[in-house]
Nanobody, 124 residues
Framework: QVQLVESGGGLVQAGGSLRLSCAAS????????MGWFRQAPGKQREFVAH????????YYADSVKGRFTISRDNAKNTVYLQMNNLKPEDTAVYYC?????????????????WGQGTQVTVSS
């Protein structure tokens, strides 16, 4: 069992930056692949980024490639999402997710554990 708690969301102007954190509790964090998804009002939850359990593989949605960076610190049981050059269309609730091992997962059904989400609002 893994519990996930996101933090770092907030209100930022277009072109600004935010860093989201996801603290994981439970055993064997280093054996979990991690992901970030987001959901805007009236829209389906969409994939943002993924990092393998080793940290050696990352994968991004085309909409955030080159602007967002996912990373993990297994010593701190934490995964991060650095978001630069934010756009109003990035406004959403951002969710941290986890699943045992693996790499390259981009569908919500492929993840076993979810956090409660953190709101990111980008003003124009």
């Amino acid at each position: 069992q893994v519990q996930l708690v996101e933090s770092g969301g907030g209100l930022v102007q277009a072109g600004g930056s935010l860093r989201l954190s996801c603290a994981a509790s439970g055993r064997a964090f280093s054996s979990y692949a991690m992901g970030w998804f987001r959901q805007a009002p009236g829209k389906q939850r969409e994939f943002v980024a993924h990092i393998s359990w080793t940290g050696g593989y990352t994968y991004y949605a085309d909409s955030v490639k080159g602007r967002f960076t996912i990373s993990r610190d297994n010593a701190k049981n934490t995964v991060y999402l650095q978001m630069n050059n934010l756009k109003p269309e990035d406004t959403a609730v951002y969710y941290c997710t986890a699943r045992p091992y693996g790499l390259g997962y981009s569908r919500p059904a492929e993840y076993d554990y979810w956090g409660q989400g953190t709101q990111v609002t980008v003003s124009s």
